[in-house]
């Protein structure tokens, strides 16, 4: 079973920056899928990016196109979500996910993963406006 550790969420003003790591305890090298999803207070998680361990398809929800930059360390086993521009919605605690890819295109499993139960901690990140 994957396992993955989240880092790197603060506590910032509006308009600033952060970046979130996640190490996978696989060899993501072999092709996996990666993603960042996050859940705010009230709300239901929800997909904020998603790419190929590859470095293909990078995808990301319309609120957080052109601010986050979802990018990898296979070297590492290790994935990140660089966060600019920061909103006071973008507060919520953040997940990562990876998997081995499957025969599912990525979009395909960023939905079924929003569904998962298994989740690991998160790490928090909080927008004071």
């Known amino acids: 079973q994957v396992h993955v550790v989240e880092s790197g969420g603060d506590s910032v003003q509006a308009g600033g920056s952060l970046k979130l790591s996640c190490v996978v305890s696989e060899d993501i090298g072999v092709g996996y899928y990666l993603g960042w999803f996050r859940q705010a207070p009230g709300h239901e998680r929800e997909a904020v990016a998603a790419i190929y361990s590859s470095g293909n398809s990078p995808s990301y929800a319309d609120p957080v196109k052109g601010r986050f930059i979802i990018s990898g360390d296979n070297a590492k086993n290790t994935f990140y979500l660089q966060m600019y521009s920061l909103q006071a919605e973008d507060t919520g605690i953040y997940y990562c996910?990876?998997?081995?890819?499957?025969?599912?295109?990525?979009?395909?499993?960023?939905?079924?993963?929003?569904?998962?139960?298994?989740w690991g901690q998160g790490t928090q990140v909080i927008v004071s406006s």
């Open positions: 996910a990876a998997d081995p890819v499957g025969v599912e295109d990525l979009m395909t499993w960023v939905l079924a993963k929003r569904g998962s139960t298994d």
